[in-house]
């Protein structure tokens, strides 16, 4: 029999359906939004036997696993209950808004019948999964810089009253769009010990959130990575340039281009006996096998995949809580003008998210 699937959130909620209509073993079993109008065109055009506008009631219904794709917002408290109903779980990114609400559902996932796991599609690409190798030959991380840029208009903001919001979306590009990055960063080298930001909205004064950020990662060693994000900038592609002990890396559009020190750099700043001397670099542009499944289709499927052989999710839950002890770091750091732990203080952040939504707390433009 095959496994019974709903999808609760008919936006992105496209994508799943196109994708688990492909997985061999899965049923397009109930289908999930507020708006009638667009769960009926839904269920019609995927032949989905079971509409609900009520997400409660498809937990009650014999669905057996359910994609989570609703606004940012919606994820934790649907995550938990659908979780706590016995149902397998994947939830879209970001993982949640707080990193107290990570928890909950990281701590419901552990003891839940069902598998829970989070759409994170960079992961799935060939280059991060040959970044990821060099990255961890490579030794102990020195440096390095990550910059992305997600062009969004104001007609973007004006789809949806939860965007551009503190209580609907918990934050603005960084939440959002940016939330890839982080979580590809924090997929390749880890999380830092510190993190120091600003944040400013340049571009978009009929929302409350932050269009630009800067931040410094810096860990226990004494290694650090600057990265910058926006969604005004345009027209230079996502770059990470990142330098172990061993090798030098550059991420840039999907092309990966590897220098090999000789001897190491801990070797060479100790040992060289040339006051101008270095180590030798060697370059290589690295083999990509473009043609492996990814993307956002492939995460979707291989999830569903794990569920029906009964194997651990690609990308647990729990990986979720990464990008969010970044995300939540960067505007913590902004708002208190300091240098912010991670793990991030959970009440604090909680008290931060009340005053931004209340508005007694606001990001300013350009001097925040
Ligand atoms: N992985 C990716 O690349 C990717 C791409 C796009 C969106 N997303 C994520 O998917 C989620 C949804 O984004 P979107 O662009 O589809 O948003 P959207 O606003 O276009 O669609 C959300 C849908 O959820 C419905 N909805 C709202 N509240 C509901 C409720 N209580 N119960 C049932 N349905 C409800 C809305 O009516 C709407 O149809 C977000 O978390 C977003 O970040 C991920």
């Not at 970001?94 to 598998?115: F, N, Q, R, W, Y």
């Not at 990550?146 to 551009?164: K, L």
């Not at 990986?319 to 203080?345: A, D, I, K, W, Y």
Request: overall charge negative.
């Amino acid at each position: 029999m095959a496994l019974r699937w709903g999808i609760v959130g008919l936006g992105i909620g496209r994508a799943h359906a196109q994708a688990l209509q492909k997985v061999e073993g899965v049923e397009l079993y109930a289908a999930c939004d507020v708006i009638p109008e667009i769960l009926d065109a839904f269920c019609q055009e995927f032949a989905i036997p079971h509409r609900f506008t009520d997400f409660n009631k498809m937990l009650e219904s014999e669905v057996e696993a359910v994609s989570i794709c609703t606004p940012h917002y919606l994820h934790a408290p649907q995550t938990i209950a659908a979780l706590k109903a016995g149902k397998s779980v994947l939830c879209e990114k970001p993982l949640c808004i707080t990193v107290s609400e990570a928890d909950e559902m990281i701590a419901t996932a552990k003891t839940a019948h069902g598998k829970a796991g989070i759409v994170f599609q960079y992961r799935t690409e060939p280059w991060a999964k040959v970044a990821k190798k060099v990255i961890e030959e490579g030794g102990t991380l020195v440096r390095g810089l990550y910059q992305a840029h997600h062009y969004r208009n104001q007609a973007y903001y004006g789809q949806g009253r939860w965007r551009g919001t503190w209580w609907g979306e918990g934050g603005g590009v960084l939440i959002n769009q940016a939330i890839h990055d982080l979580d590809l960063m924090a997929f390749l080298v880890g999380l830092p010990q510190r993190v120091t930001a600003r944040l400013a909205n340049w571009g978009h004064p009929q929302v409350e959130v932050e269009d630009l950020a800067t931040g410094v990662l810096e860990w226990a060693t004494g290694a650090q990575l600057a990265v910058h994000i926006s969604s005004v900038g345009l027209g230079a592609p996502i770059r990470f340039d990142v330098t172990m002990d061993r090798y030098t890396l550059v991420l840039e559009d999907g092309r990966l281009r590897l220098g090999r020190f000789q001897p190491t750099l801990s070797e060479d700043l100790q040992s060289n006996a040339e006051p101008w001397g270095k180590p030798k670099v060697q370059w290589e542009d690295l083999p990509i096998d473009k043609d492996q499944p990814h993307g956002h289709g492939e995460a979707i499927a291989a999830f569903a995949r794990a569920v029906l052989r009964d194997e651990a999710p690609p990308t647990p839950l729990s990986e979720g809580l990464l990008s969010m002890e970044l995300m939540n770091g960067f505007v913590l750091s902004h708002f208190t003008g300091r240098t912010v732990s991670l793990p991030v203080c959970r009440q604090e952040y909680e008290d931060l998210l009340s005053a931004l939504k209340s508005g007694t707390v606001k990001l300013k433009r350009g001097e925040g």
